[in-house]
């Protein structure tokens, strides 16, 4: 069973930086894709970023050149480095495991995603 768990959330000001953590275990497909998708309240299921097995990554047009997704194989650990943040960044931070990298980053149905973890909250003040 898939399991994800987030870490690293919080409170933080416009222009400041926030690494979330999230912990994969169960995972027995090499090909799956990892990645981050957010949602605030009243918004729509936001896809933030992707990366697959073969190490490509993909971007949300909003977050690109700000935020970085990375893993660390041994630890089972994926991360996202949130640099320059801003208000609009605030939301419920998802990690999701999946066979597709797509269903992630356009999080429309969540049937297709995969499986997701709880969720860290990220709020960034102005």
């Known amino acids: 069973q898939v399991q994800l768990v987030e870490s690293g959330g919080g409170p933080v000001q416009s222009g400041g930086s926030l690494r979330l953590s999230c912990v994969v275990s169960?995972?027995?497909?090499?090909?799956?894709?990892l990645g981050w998708f957010r949602q605030a309240p009243g918004k729509e299921r936001e896809g933030v970023a992707t990366?697959?097995?073969?190490?490509?990554?993909s971007y949300a047009e909003s977050v690109k050149g700000r935020f970085t997704i990375s893993q660390d194989n041994v630890k089972n650990t994926l991360y996202l480095q949130m640099n320059n943040l801003k208000p609009d960044d605030t939301a419920m931070y998802h990690c999701?495991?999946?066979?597709?990298?797509?269903?992630?980053?356009?999080?429309?149905?969540?049937?297709?995603?995969?499986?997701w973890g709880q969720g860290t909250q990220v709020t960034v003040s102005s």
């Open positions: 999701a495991a999946g066979p597709l990298c797509s269903p992630i980053l356009v999080p429309r149905v969540p049937a297709l995603i995969g499986t």
């Open positions: 169960g995972v027995t497909d090499s090909k799956n894709c």
């Open positions: 990366i697959d097995s073969d190490g490509s990554t």
